[in-house]
């Protein structure tokens, strides 16, 4: 079997790191966006849309914070990749602000 591969990015702010780390899966892309250690946040799961619509639907799973950004990237992921996304998201600031950060460094993990 294989080795799983995964992807790493990272973008960094006033010192603050913020990673996302990819594994891409046959069927499916896993994403953590995280800052500091490597950490399972709020956990979400999208579908591709089917056809030309590229939306699809979501749900979070686990967690209480960062509901609508983690739905969101998401989306966004399994629209990008046309896969099932399953997402994690575990940070301190706030939800706006982890929105725009983490819409960044997905972009560069599908450019990767």
């Not at 994403?31 to 699809?56: C, D, H, N, R, S």
């Given at each position: 079997?294989?080795?799983?591969?995964?992807?790493?990015?990272?973008?960094?702010?006033?010192?603050?790191?913020?990673?996302?780390?990819?594994?891409?899966?046959?069927?499916?892309?896993?994403?953590?966006?995280?800052?500091?250690?490597?950490?399972?946040?709020?956990?979400?799961?999208?579908?591709?849309?089917?056809?030309?619509?590229?939306?699809?639907?979501?749900?979070?799973?686990?967690?209480?914070?960062?509901l609508m950004a983690s739905r969101a990237?998401?989306?966004?992921?399994?629209?990008?990749?046309?896969?099932?996304?399953?997402?994690?998201?575990?940070?301190?600031?706030?939800?706006?602000?982890?929105?725009?950060?983490?819409?960044?460094?997905l972009e560069d993990l599908r450019k990767s």
């Open positions: 079997m294989p080795a799983l591969e995964s992807v790493d990015v990272k973008f960094e702010r006033n010192h603050v790191s913020f990673h996302a780390n990819l594994l891409r899966l046959e069927n499916a892309v896993v994403i953590l966006f995280y800052e500091g250690p490597k950490k399972l946040g709020t956990v979400a799961l999208a579908m591709p849309g089917i056809g030309e619509e590229k939306a699809g639907r979501s749900s979070v799973l686990v967690g209480g914070k960062y990237l998401a989306e966004r992921a399994a629209g990008a990749f046309g896969k099932m996304a399953v997402l994690s998201i575990n940070t301190a600031i706030e939800e706006g602000e982890a929105l725009r950060i983490y819409a960044k460094l």
